[in-house]
């Protein structure tokens, strides 16, 4: 990314926007907010060298939810339940399943630091909305979890698959969307996570899976990418896991089985994936030179630190507490 001052100024805007939403105490200032946020996305997009419909795909679909969202805020007085409407609204603003395939026919042609944006920041205001309207989404959560790690399978895209990836986080997050302390924690370590692999990705310019097998990438550096996918999904004793017990914790004690089964399988699919693939990487197709295999990286090194240490350090603590 390029600091420009065109840039800088509608990241500020979309952290104003995200804060605006945060601190809102009626419908029309978190309205606002969010609108601030899909204006200040939109030029980003467009500063792309590769000319493409992707920033009119986004404003249609987000004009579309703000349009669902108004009528929902005029039927706030009248006999009708104006939570459904609301709900609706944002769970096609945030991409949750079955509303996610706008994600998908425009996120191959927006730069890094965009996909990172519209996968964290932009999503706060519609969770929040969730939150304050706490309708019931075992539904939504279920289908978001189930299609997030199914559809990941097939798919040969790094971008697709950290899309995929988010809808799955984003069911998780909607399974504990009464528990504000838990979604919170959950959308800030997901958001690291997050920035690292797309920190590695963009270093190393990968943009298909396939590139990880025939490039002369060092060992450990293809560890650490895996490391870091696996972490995603979930898998202990990795930085995902850690958040994902805080949410399974919570679950049990409110008995509801149902949610916990789905969300063990769903990540035991995506973890599935993620070890084939780097078995494949590692093993079959290595053509790296056998001297040069375990040549170590400051950054590699670190980043695994983190994945790994992560959970151990929380469990630590929370036996001291």
Partial sequence: MNLNLTKILFVNSIMIGVMMAISSNNWISLWTSMEIGVLSVVPLMTQEKISSDSPIKYFIVQSVSSSIMIMGMMTLLSMINFKILM??????????SPFHTWILSMIENVEYYVLFILFTLIKIPGLLTLSILNEQLKFWSILSMAIGSIMVINQSSIKKMLSYSSIYNLGVMMSSMNENQIWVLYMLMYSFMLMLILMMIKKLKINYLNQMIINELETMTKISIWISLLSMAGL????????KMVVLEKMIMKTEFL????MLMSSMVMMFMYMRISFLAMTLYSTSIKWKMFKKSNTDIKIMIINLTSTPIMLTLKSLS
Avoid: E, N, R, V
């Avoid at 202990?236 to 958040?243: D, E, K, L, S």
């Avoid at 949610?259 to 789905?262: E, V």
């Fill in 236 to 243: 202990p004793p990795m930085m995902g896991f850690t958040i």
């Fill in 259 to 262: 949610l916990t089964s789905i």
């Fill in 87 to 96: 709900t609706q609204a944002m769970l096609i603003k945030i991409g949750a």
